[in-house]
């Protein structure tokens, strides 16, 4: 049995629910319950506020733990970062007024930043021998300009819209961050091995999303051409068909270069492409 730490509700909640789900982990008791089991996997799920689930999971009040590695970054617990999964992506970035006239990092020395990320912004500037005031405070860090607390601000950045409309530009981009699964850094053997589970059903998942599984026929002679198109398969899956000139090719693609590979495959001579999605990748 392994208790893990999720964020009780906030943007990396339903992605963490999602994931547990797609892995099989049904987690059914209600969200206000602290803690609830799960059915299909021996787990506890601990619903914590995400700023402390690295102390949560340093402390071994649960085992592992799902939250953003900008807050592992910045809560500096010793805990393990096992693996990224793939979502919550975001950065940490410097803004600045749109009208200060911002030419390089030089222009923050003697300036005060705004952040609720005192840590990892000291070890930039210091880093960059950047001699700044720090201020640290708990939200709505994209104010602080406007209302004279701060000259500039360091916070995360997905789209950019807040900044915008805070009439801020961002300036540097410090730490990308997304959701990773951690781990208190000695787990007892028996729970080693849940995690080792866990870790093998997430990384199937993980690594399956954006990929597609594509079904084509294709004259036999371009085969050869066509498998050159598609590397990272190890061998695509080729059957023969009643036509002896043609073949029926299995590939999957990722989705992100999925038409420009398609268009690649027709200029071949493939026909009838059939694009399914993909549940999962076991390697
Ligand atoms: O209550 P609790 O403490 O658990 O939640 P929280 O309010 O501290 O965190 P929450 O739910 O806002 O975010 C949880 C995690 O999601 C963060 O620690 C990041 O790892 C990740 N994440 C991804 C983000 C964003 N994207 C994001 N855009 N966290 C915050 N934001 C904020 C950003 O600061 C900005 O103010 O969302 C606003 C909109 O961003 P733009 O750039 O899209 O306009
Ligand atoms: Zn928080």
């Not at 797609?22 to 619903?47: C, H, M, N, W």
């Not at 689930?53 to 649960?62: D, L, R």
């Not at 916070?155 to 009439?167: K, P």
């Not at 998942?205 to 084509?216: C, H």
């Amino acid at each position: 049995m392994i208790r893990i730490a999720i964020q009780a509700k906030g943007r990396l909640n339903e992605d963490s629910m999602a994931l547990l789900a797609d892995a099989g982990i049904d987690v059914t008791a209600s969200k206000r319950k602290l803690v609830a089991q799960a059915t299909g996997f021996p787990l506890e799920v601990l619903y914590l506020r995400d700023d402390d689930i690295p102390q949560a999971v340093a402390m071994g009040v649960a085992d592992v733990g799902i939250v953003g590695l900008n807050e592992v970054a910045e809560r500096r617990q010793d805990v393990r970062v096992v693996m990224p999964l793939g979502f919550g992506a975001c950065r940490i970035s410097l803004a600045v007024p749109r009208d200060a006239g911002y030419g390089g990092l030089d222009w923050f020395n003697g300036k005060r930043v705004a952040t609720s990320y005192p840590h990892v912004l000291h070890d930039f500037f210091t880093q960059h021998g950047v001699k700044a005031e720090i201020h640290e405070i708990a939200g709505s860090v994209e104010i602080a300009p406007a209302v004279g607390l701060a000259d500039a601000i360091f916070d995360i950045v997905s789209s950019g819209g807040t900044l915008v409309q805070n009439g801020l530009v961002e300036v540097e981009r410090v730490f990308h961050s997304e959701a990773a699964l951690i781990a208190h850094p000695q787990l007892a053997p028996e729970k080693q091995a849940d995690l080792d589970k866990l870790q093998f059903r997430f990384s199937s998942i993980v690594e399956s999303r954006g990929m597609k599984y594509v079904l084509m026929n294709i004259p036999k002679q371009k085969v050869a051409e066509a498998v050159a198109l598609i590397p990272g398969m190890r061998s695509p899956t080729v059957l023969p068909l009643a036509d002896e000139g043609w073949c029926s090719l299995h590939v999957v693609i990722r989705e992100a270069e999925l038409w420009e590979k398609i268009e690649q495959l027709k200029a071949l001579g493939a026909e009838g492409i059939l694009v399914l999605a993909l549940e999962n990748m076991i390697r």
